[in-house]
């Protein structure tokens, strides 16, 4: 079982940055990917941005190409999400998510962690 501890959330000003860490407590995640995922209020979830953990291929929603980024720290088994030039709606509750081998989805989440944009 693998538990994906997220932190970094929080209120910033339009145009403004923030980076989400998420770190899975497994001694080592070898996992297929790690990525993220949002959800606004009265909105279903929606894919964010994802990581291959293997190989490092990365995958953004248009909506976030160019001012978000995914990376990783394979040591720490840790994914992160730098966000600059937010925008209103990128407030969201973010979640982190694993997707383990041999599974055809994620199949791990996170608690999520809120991202609040003042305009």
């Known amino acids: 079982q693998v538990q994906l501890l997220e932190s970094g959330g929080g209120s910033v000003q339009a145009g403004g940055s923030l980076r989400l860490s998420c770190t899975a407590s497994?001694?080592?995640?070898?996992?297929?990917?790690m990525g993220w995922f949002r959800q606004a209020p009265g909105k279903e979830r929606e894919f964010v941005a994802s990581?291959?953990?293997?190989?490092?291929?990365?995958y953004y929603a248009d909506s976030v190409k160019g001012r978000f980024t995914i990376s990783r720290n394979r040591a720490l088994n840790t994914v992160y999400l730098q966000m600059s030039s937010l925008k209103p709606e990128d407030a969201a509750v973010y979640y982190c998510?694993?997707?383990?081998?041999?599974?055809?989805?994620?199949?791990?989440w996170g608690q999520g962690t809120q991202v609040t944009i003042a305009s």
């Open positions: 998510a694993a997707q383990a081998v041999g599974s055809a989805d994620y199949n791990y």
């Open positions: 497994t001694r080592t995640f070898s996992g297929v990917a």
């Open positions: 990581m291959r953990w293997s190989g490092g291929t990365t």
